[in-house]
């Protein structure tokens, strides 16, 4: 975070943001929220965050729809739910995150080299394919080459407990996959692309 | 009733020019003058004033009326002015009826036609009452002048002084062994840090000596009969196995005792014998025997020097007789185990602010080692504003509750830490943000965050993780005490209570008052009244107030001696029951019983809103003043006097939503005169034959209006009204042409609009096909 601040002015917010939001699973008690904070401080992902939760829910009530929408933030949940656990008004935290995500998505609030999104598309792109999670691929789809060299040695440790392999693992009817995200798609509830 | 006795007299009046500038006065006596049973129809400048009073005595000798009509203001204005007149003129009071001619007509619009056309229909719908007007008699009955307050803590014992104090005989009915309550186990009090139990126990000691308080300890409701004026209550006595009056108090029992358990009065801080002290300065000072522990070897009567303890001493019973009754059953603490996030009961060192209360008197230690802590943490909101685990609502106290300790703390310990964590901190009331701002000055920390988690570390510490939402970042700190503020709840056995009181409770648990801001410790039966935590979440000072006021309401009950009960009850037709007990479950205040003989109405319970007629499967069960021929005739006029088309009927519920129609012309509010008002004691009196009749005998439009707080809840308004346009859909009749609303008095703007809306809805439908209306008729006639 940069030492400069900036103004939050009426062009930065949109009054329909927030209803819009509202509509989304997760949205449905936002208005209820006292920003008691109990969900960042269960947060245990928010330390390598921008906004924590509690912040990301102020920016959605404030109507700071681009802010929302753009900050890494909203993709740091690990869907841990310890927040919505504990939230005295029983906003589901992990899935408002979700609905933040894909409507980022299908906004294109974030730059196509954003690396949360490479991330998840590569995650769905390696799903799709074999069924199962390529750690390996996955791993080398998104880092660069300086980094994946810096990390030989510990891919060599991994390789050797049988934590990553080569090779691809598969299932036994990758057809029933495809057809199970093919209806989620159908519905528009399927994760960004 | 033959017809003499139907001699009806009809007086209109102009009421200067309110009324006659906008109705035609004399047009409306003419059409008056014909309706059936009237014997005479005159008009006057002022009814109310001596000549228009004079007009009315010497036509009743005239024609020797049996029945007055008065077309004029409001029944809330001069009801009572023209019932007093005639009852001086041998008229029972309640065969005298009003048409509301100003606030509900003439000022309500400008047109003269249309007005003196809705005056006509008005009239013609209480002449047609009248016909069927029963006399009645309200009758008084004499009091009881004493008062059983419930519950003997402050607020009990304050309320219950207070009466004594003006010479009323007070009986104190105290679970627990000992009056007191939770006042008694705190330390001090803020905002002034007054010593708890040395403002206590001056009252108590005061309690216990007045001559006019009876003090029953061990002691619960066990059941409650009658009405205001005069309740019976059965109490139960739980054996204290301890003569109050031998016992000196001098411990040599509890010496011996050798059972050990947890202390209640120390919140678990301490341990007691199973005969113990309840605390130091407890009324009556006696010991008493917790017969859940006592394991009966009995070595306490050898240590007795002097014979206080019967072995022998057993249940109890007793019935007293009271006029009035208060509960004041005050409040327990949320347990915050639940929330295992906080490690409540998995740590020594995390205790609830009441053991902290009790923790400070003993001279503050950490429960694990007995040192004293060196870092406390608050955590408010345990259980607090919570709607998933705990309670929705603000606890209210423990804010301030937890500042005023820190405060004290920091006083008792050097170098003491001392954080706050809060949600929002609420330090409304007088004194209370000065306080919270020595608070800071002295140094206690304050961290906006709800905490998150509470870790134990080593032995004596403990991790307290929540967010600085101000900061917005997450803040990690240990402590070797952390002091959690549970949510306040109504006291263990408070629904069990209302449930044989015939008390609401809110949805928040707690007693319901019978009106939020006006009427605020009464309950919803006469006579009850409720004070203090049994209300809701409140400080000391709060609930002496209420102590104060439900004294104050006691006595203006007490204090004429009797009660005037009205006689505006339902009634069974005892050969029509077949006890299938409708009535008894739709009752708000428990009024009807089930007796072999059939339904029965305690007549003094029954607060007359007519929920019970409109359920009776066999029509048999009625209200007086409101039968079902009075309410058939009063349709049958305003619905067929006149050809007005449409003409629309709102059956009002009668007191605030008929209010609120008055206030409507008050404000000289315009809306069309097709609407006319028909008063009913609850929409819940409602059956759908009476909207049939209405629309059958000319009505093209139907509201229900209900006022809000009403016996009528909105949920069961709802289902009413519902059930009541199913019934009436099923007949034909489109359901846009009936429309049902609540209203509360304040809100009487929005009654013009809705009847403007819905008359140009009706005028949009076009009036009721005749085809459907002689169809209603024949299925009426062949019921």
Known sequence: MSGQKEVIGTAMMDPTFFDEVKKTPGGEKLASCIQCGICSGSCTTSLAAEFNPRQVIELILLGLGNKALSTPSIWTCVFCRACTVRCPQGIDIPELMSSLRIMAVKRGALPREDRNLKFHESFWKILRANGRLDTFRLYTRLAGMQEIARSIPLGLRLLRKGRVAFRTPTMVHPEQLSSLTETAKASEEVSPR | ?783
Request: proline letters at 5%; charged letters at 25%; a neutral charge.
């Open chain 2, 1 to 783: 009733m033959s017809n003499a006795e139907r001699r009806i007299g009809v007086f209109i009046c102009h009421c200067g020019g309110n009324i006659g500038n906008t109705v035609d006065v004399e047009k409306v006596r003419d059409a008056a003058a014909q309706f059936r049973f009237v014997k005479c129809a005159e008009t006057n400048r002022y009814l109310c004033s001596s000549s228009g009073q004079d007009l009315i005595r010497s036509k009743i000798q005239e024609h020797g009326l049996e029945r007055v009509v008065i077309g004029s203001c409001s029944p809330r204005m001069h009801l009572k002015t023209f019932r007093d007149l005639c009852s001086s003129h041998g008229i029972n009071p309640y065969l005298v009826e009003m048409a509301n001619l100003r606030e509900q007509c003439s000022w309500t619009n400008l047109d003269k036609d249309n007005a003196t056309s809705k005056a006509i229909d008005l009239l013609a719908g209480a002449v047609g009452r009248a016909a069927y007007l029963e006399p009645l008699t309200p009758t008084d009955m004499k009091v009881n002048s004493n008062v059983a307050v419930i519950g003997g803590g402050v607020s009990g014992i304050c309320a219950s002084l207070e009466l004594a104090n003006q010479g009323y005989k007070v009986f104190i009915v105290e679970r627990q062994p000992s009056i007191g309550g939770h006042m008694a186990q705190l330390s001090k009090t803020y905002p002034t840090l007054d010593c708890s139990l040395c403002i206590l126990s001056p009252k108590l000691a005061e309690t216990k000596g007045h001559p006019l308080i009876e003090l029953m300890t061990n002691t619960e409701v066990a059941a409650i009969d009658g009405s205001a004026g005069s309740y019976s209550l059965s109490l139960t006595r739980r054996p204290r196995y301890v003569n109050e009056n031998k016992c000196t108090g001098c411990g040599e029992c509890a010496k011996v005792c050798p059972v050990e358990v947890a202390d209640e009065f120390e919140d678990g801080t301490k341990r007691r014998r199973a005969i113990y002290l309840p605390f130091p300065q407890a009324v009556p000072n006696a010991y008493v025997i917790d017969e859940n522990n006592c394991t009966k070897c009995w070595l306490c009567v050898k240590a007795c020097k002097h014979g206080a303890i019967n072995p022998r001493d057993q249940v109890g019973q007793k019935k007293i007789e009271v006029g009035a009754v208060i509960v004041a059953t005050g409040f327990r603490l949320f347990d915050p185990v639940v929330l295992t996030q906080y490690s409540f009961g998995a740590h020594p060192n995390v205790v609830t602010n009441l053991q902290l209360e009790r923790l400070i008197e003993h001279g503050i230690y950490r429960p694990s080692d007995g040192k004293t802590p060196k870092k406390i943490a608050w955590v408010l909101c345990v259980g607090s504003r919570d709607t998933q685990i705990g309670q929705p609502y603000c606890s209210k106290i423990c804010c301030m509750a937890a500042v005023k300790e820190a405060v004290l703390l920091r006083e008792l310990v050097p170098n003491l830490e001392t954080w706050i964590f809060y949600t929002d901190l609420r330090a409304a009331g007088k004194g209370y943000e000065e306080f919270y701002g020595r608070a800071k000055e002295d140094g206690v920390k304050f961290v906006r965050g709800r905490v998150a988690e509470v870790v134990p570390v080593t032995g004596d510490e403990l991790m307290v993780r929540a967010e600085d939402t101000l900061l917005g970042v997450q803040l990690e700190k240990n402590f070797d005490l952390v002091v959690l503020c549970p949510a306040i709840l109504p006291e263990v056995g408070t629904s069990e209570l209302a449930e044989r009181l015939g008390l609401h409770i809110g949805s928040d648990g707690f007693l319901l008052e019978r009106h939020y801001k006006l009427r605020p410790v009464d309950s919803q039966n006469d006579g009850v009244f409720l004070s203090g935590c049994c209300l809701g979440p409140k400080d000391v000072r709060e609930s002496v107030v209420e102590a104060l006021s439900t004294a104050s309401r006691t006595a203006s009950l007490l204090g004429k001696g009797v009660v005037t009960i009205s006689p505006e009850k339902a009634y069974v037709i005892s050969d029509r029951c077949d006890s299938c007990g409708e009535c008894v479950n739709i009752c708000p205040t428990r009024a009807i019983e089930l007796l072999p003989s059939g339904a029965t109405v305690k007549s003094i319970s029954c607060v007359g809103c007519g929920l019970c007629v409109p359920v009776c499967p066999r029509n048999a069960i009625d209200l007086k003043n409101s039968t079902e021929p009075q309410l058939m005739a009063e349709i049958e006029g305003v619905a067929g006097a006149t050809e007005t088309r449409p003409k629309i009927i709102a059956f009002t519920e009668g007191t605030s939503a008929y209010t609120a129609c008055d206030l409507v012309g008050l404000a000289r509010q315009q809306y069309p005169t097709n609407v006319r008002v028909i008063k009913v004691p609850s929409v819940g009196r409602l059956h759908a034959r009476h909207l049939l009749a209405a629309f059958s005998e000319g009505a093209d439009g139907v509201i229900m209006i209900e006022g809000e707080g009403t016996f009528l809840g909105e949920e069961r308004f709802r289902a009413h009204v519902n059930e009541i346009r199913k019934v009436v859909a099923s007949k034909g009749i489109e359901s846009l042409r009936v429309f049902a609303t609540r209203t509360t008095i304040p809100q009487f703007a929005k009654l013009a609009s809705v009847f403007q809306t819905f008359t140009e809805r009706i005028q949009k439908l076009g009036p009721l096909p005749s085809e459907a209306r002689s169809k209603i008729k024949q299925v009426a006639v062949a019921r």
